[in-house]
């Protein structure tokens, strides 16, 4: 039976990548989600593609049959795994197949792939066979058990690699460790952060707009979804019977790239700025004052009670611009003059404990790593004035059930 291309392959969603609530396509389900949709990302998997449908249907058709979805997203690949996968919609109408000509990477073709899904969960696995398919049914299992997010995992009980050499484990290793110190409240919520084998219900990955690079999926999803409960199930990975890895350097540059992009969103970076700003405007403040009270053309007081009298005028001119225009939206839900009150003098105490901070980190790095007293300086004043914005942040203006 020959199949009608234009109207057998998925269009290309376009725009930011964002999963939505309401699926316009989902007709031909009488209007109803799909229990199940399972993304297949593929480039030159040709030799693969054919058994791994079969496989998968075979599987799903034993627990859900007529409730699942698979959706093989493929980037244009020379061998052209799209049009193999295409002949196969006849025999296995619930599969369906993108051509990606524009956008390439693994990532982004995983949430092209999303994105028209009409499943209520949402699932990926490589199309190279390396993930052991009946592991699905596991994952299946913990999702209907109430988690949001089910990690198929090389790194806990029953888990494993086959037979990786002593540098791919040291590579993925320290690829593990670099995201724990980069980004440790996401990439250390599960074992095995490397997966690209999960399922995530559909309502926790919503109208977040997700832009991830390279390969790793499931740190884009940890960090940008609303996930509550994570499950992970053991599995072993296994070895390629056809076709190549696409690894090479490049992907752990861009793995790189994607932890700092993270990094970077989720901290709140133009209230730090602001925080600078406020910081600077103090320096002005301190100098200020303290030529008017020191200075003998002018008050001509001793030194340190002059510069006591300058440091604490420049925290309250801080204090003011950070609580009404650096954490304006916080101290907002906070009104009245004893709260006012209760956030200065806390103020006052992260800045003293910062000014000590100070003193010691241009001691160390000035008398034991001899830096160059001036650098050291600018050091240890960049390191503080983040020390000072972050803890003033979650302890002072955010609204947390102790301070309430
Ligand atoms: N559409 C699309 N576009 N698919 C791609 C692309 C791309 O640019 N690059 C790779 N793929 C597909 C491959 O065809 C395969 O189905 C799957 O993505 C994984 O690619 P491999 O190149 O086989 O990756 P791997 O075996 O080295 O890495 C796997 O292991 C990691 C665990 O260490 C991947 O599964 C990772 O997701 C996994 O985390
Ligand atoms: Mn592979």
Redesign the pocket.
Known sequence: MSVNPAKSRLSVPSGSLQISEWVPALCGTNGHFLRFSLV??????GKNIKHMVQILSQLLDSVIPGDYELIV???DSPDRTWEIAQSLIPEYTHLRVMR?QQE???ST?VIRGWQVARGQILGVI???L??PPEVLLKLLAEIEGGADLAVAS?NVEGGGVSEWSFVRRFL?RGAQILGLIILPEVVGRVDDP????FMVRRCAIVDRTLNPLG????IEVIGRGKIGQIAEVGYV?QE?QE?E???TWKQYVEYLGHLLRLRFDRWPLARFLRFGMVGLSGVFVDMAVLYLLHDPSTLGWALTRSKIISAEVAIINNFLWNDVWTFGDMSGQQRGWRKRLKRFLKFNIVCLIGLVLNVLLLNVLYNFCRVNYLLANLIAIAAVTFWNFWINMKLNWRVTEINN
Request: without cysteine.
């Open positions: 297949i990302p593929t480039y030159n998997e997203v493929d980037d990606r390439r990477g693994l073709a490589d199309g190279d390396q993930h090389r993925s490397m997966s690209g084998y390969y790793k999926i499931l990975f390629r076709g890895s696409k690894v």
